[in-house]
T-cell receptor
Framework: DAGITQSPRHKVTETGTPVTLRCHQT?????MYWYRQDPGHGLRLIHY???????DKGEVSDGYSVSRSKTEDFLLTLESATSSQTSVYFC????????????FGQGTRLTVV | KQEVTQIPAALSVPEGENLVLNCSFT??????LQWFRQDPGKGLTSLLL?????REQTSGRLNASLDKSSGRSTLYIAASQPGDSATYLC??????????FGAGTTVTVRA
C-alpha cells in the first residue's frame, strides 16, 4: 500500500462547516494527489502536489484547498462543505517522476448533511 | 486536457472465458499508463504499469498492451475466475504529472 494512511475514514458533517482530510505517507514520495469518486463521474482530480509547498489545481478544485508543509502530509480542506461535496475521497502518491507507479489510500467517505 | 475512455462500461462472462478491456486516451504525450482494480467499497489496487517506451507488460494471467501513437491500451485477463469480478480502471500519467482516469469497466464473471 506504499504506506499511505487517510484519516478520517468516515465523516459526517453539516453544510457550511469546514472539513479537513489528511493523507499521510511514510516513504517521502514527491507526488501526492487528491481525487474524488462519484457514481457516473469516476475519479476526478481535485489538487495535486509535486513537493513541499508546491501544489496545483485539478479539474474539480472549486471549494477545495490543499496544503503540504511536510513531505509526508497532504491536507485537503473543504472551506465550507456543501452537499455536492458528499463523495469518497482518495489520496494517491507516485513513487517518482516519469515511469513510476501510483498507489492509493483506502479512501475517506464524506457525507455532508 | 487528457480524456480517457473505457469500453465497454460493463462486461459479464462465464468462468474460463478470456476478458478484453479497452482504454483509449486523447493525448499521446504520456509518461505511462496504469491499470487498477477496484472492489466495491474499496480502494484501488495497482495491477500493471506500462511505461511509455513499452509495448506490453505481463503479470500472471494479466497482459496489457500499449499503442501510444494511436492512444490505446488493452488489458487481457486469461481464463477468468469469479474472483476477477471487479471494476477495472485505466489511468494515464501525462507529462504534467497528472493522472487521468477512465470511468472503468465493471466485470462480472459467472460461475
Amino acid at each position: 500500500d506504499a504506506g499511505i494512511t487517510q484519516s478520517p475514514r468516515h465523516k459526517v458533517t453539516e453544510t457550511g462547516t469546514p472539513v479537513t482530510l489528511r493523507c499521510h505517507q511514510t516513504e517521502n514520495h514527491r507526488y501526492m494527489y487528491w481525487y474524488r469518486q462519484d457514481p457516473g463521474h469516476g475519479l476526478r482530480l481535485i489538487h495535486y502536489s509535486y513537493g513541499v509547498k508546491d501544489t496545483d489545481k485539478g479539474e474539480v478544485s472549486d471549494g477545495y484547498s490543499v496544503s503540504r508543509s511536510k513531505t509526508e502530509d497532504f491536507l485537503l480542506t473543504l472551506e465550507s462543505a456543501t452537499s455536492s461535496q458528499t463523495s469518497v475521497y482518495f489520496c494517491a502518491i507516485r513513487t517518482g517522476t516519469t515511469n513510476t507507479e501510483a498507489f492509493f489510500g483506502q479512501g475517506t467517505r464524506l457525507t455532508v448533511v | 486536457k487528457q480524456e480517457v475512455t473505457q469500453i465497454p462500461a460493463a462486461l459479464s462472462v462465464p468462468e474460463g472465458e478470456n476478458l478484453v478491456l479497452n482504454c483509449s486516451f486523447t493525448d499521446s504525450a504520456i509518461y505511462n499508463l496504469q491499470w487498477f482494480r477496484q472492489d466495491p467499497g474499496k480502494g484501488l489496487t495497482s495491477l500493471l504499469l506500462i511505461q511509455s517506451s513499452q509495448r506490453e507488460q505481463t503479470s500472471g494471467r494479466l497482459n496489457a498492451s500499449l499503442d501510444k501513437s494511436s492512444g490505446r491500451s488493452t488489458l487481457y485477463i486469461a481464463a477468468s475466475q469469479p474472483g476477477d469480478s471487479a471494476t477495472y480502471l485505466c489511468a494515464v500519467c501525462s507529462n504534467d504529472y497528472k493522472l487521468s482516469f477512465g470511468a472503468g469497466t465493471t466485470v462480472t464473471v459467472r460461475a
